[in-house]
């Protein structure tokens, strides 16, 4: 048994050369889905759902991908067409095997002398290297019977192992298998059957994890990014472990058709994690503190198709967060600016003679000028408001970055922040208590703990993790004033305006809006208010006293 290699390349081949009248039918079925196929926010169509499914269940050309090894460590690869990938001393092999070969599968690399026979995982073996073999078992069979041997006895000095090391390179040189080998030291050890089972198994995968030439293409999900990431470079993504990041998605509600701000500084973790969620239907705003766009180095291990990047993600700083910001230009860009501006005003020729440009600086000039233009909608989108939440994970003060973007939040907008401290996180809390636009505050850590389970042996693992950090929710509210406030101006919005009326029509319109007026006005002064009724009541009741007792 194999894995399926994607096809998709030639199943549209073969699509392409069906009859006239499945094409027809199918032109008018993708007629029929092309409006519920589009992205909102670009010219870009949606992904389907198994489009979306297909970044995480095969390989694709040009992806960075986490493998990971027999000893549970991860490396991760950049996937390119003839490159050759390296593993250190467990070999190396071509990309092109991996290419359109299903995640979640463990793969063995072979040496040439066992390549020669066997052939690799994606069909080829040119250039006589290392090729790849799918592995359907990737440990030995498990001894699961019950001895008498205890490990009273045993001394790990390696005098009980036959086989030295030199006879163990004489056997990989050979091209002798990893698995080949680790039975012939099971059949070498004179301690081996003097282990109980239990020690019998941990002596098996401690050679498994020395000899097979083992790996396993993880999907590049934010799970597992974060966990490579934690494990090989925590303080890149400030101890943020997946548990907190997964924990911080719940609180903002992150969904698909939602706006959102994200001020990211852990390398493009928590960026990617959004978009992934987004599926490509929604706005991520990232603020940065630089004029250049931040340097995401994580982005690309999400291996994101251009359908779920372009027009959702969009970046700006916080100085154009300001309402007066203009961008700052220096001398010559000032002189390349105005020069551009003349040349539209058709004094292209003047301009010429007194500063000479070469097309290389018109091209400048005109992708600055676009640069430009699109960090204007940006902003303009950004000063909209409405966004339903924001997360932050940077080295920032929370609180005020959270002052800062309130009003752009929407109402039961949600607030989420992480931090690897306590204290800051705190004193954000204690801050935010204080203010009425902010309810529901809290902070909270979240608990990891991985368990062994075997039979027999399930247990918690001994070395984890002590934190992944602290969590900040809040939901943003509305003051009663701001309340009203967007309440007349819905109200204002949502009124219907009447045509003017014209001709006839105005006359007979004008002579209803007199005859609507005097009954409005005649209704008026027969109309008194209950003060005035009283009044009169009481008025007439006090001229009728003296009358009864005079008639008394």
Known sequence: MSPRRDNSNSNSNSNSNSNSNSNTKNNGQQKNRQPNNRNRNGPLPRLTSEQLRHRLLYISEGATIILKMPSGRTKSAEILPGKQVSLGKFGSFKAD???GMPYGFTYEIQSPAQGQTKGGAGGSNSGGGSTLK???????????????ATNEHINDDGSAQKLTYVDIQELKNKGISGREIIEQQLAGSESFSNRTVYSQAKYVARKEQKHLKLFTPLQPDFGNICDFWFEKSPEKIRWFRK???????SFASVRPGGRYLVVDGVSGLLAGAVLERLGGDGTVIAINDAESPPAFDILPYFNLPPQLTKGVLKIMNWAATEPDYTPVFSSEQQQQVKRLDSSKNGEAASATKSTPSSSKDKSRDRKRQANIRHLGSVRQEYFDGDFDGILVACHYDSHSIITKVKDQLAGSASVVVHSPYLQPLVETHARLRSDEEFVNISVTEPWLRRYQVLPGRTHPEMTTSSTGGYILHA??????ERALELRDQYLASSKPELPAPQGDSADQTRKAGQDETFNTASADANTDTDTER???????AADLEPAMDTST
Not at 475 to 480: A, E, I, P, Y
């Open 134 to 148: 799918l592995v359907i078992n990737s440990t030995l069979a498990s001894m699961e019977e019950e001895n008498d």
């Open 97 to 99: 095997d991996l290419i």
């Open 534 to 540: 009283v009044s009169k009541r009481a008025k007439s």
């Open 475 to 480: 939901l943003r509210v509305f003051t009663h």
């Open 243 to 249: 548990d907190a990041l997964s924990q911080c998605l």
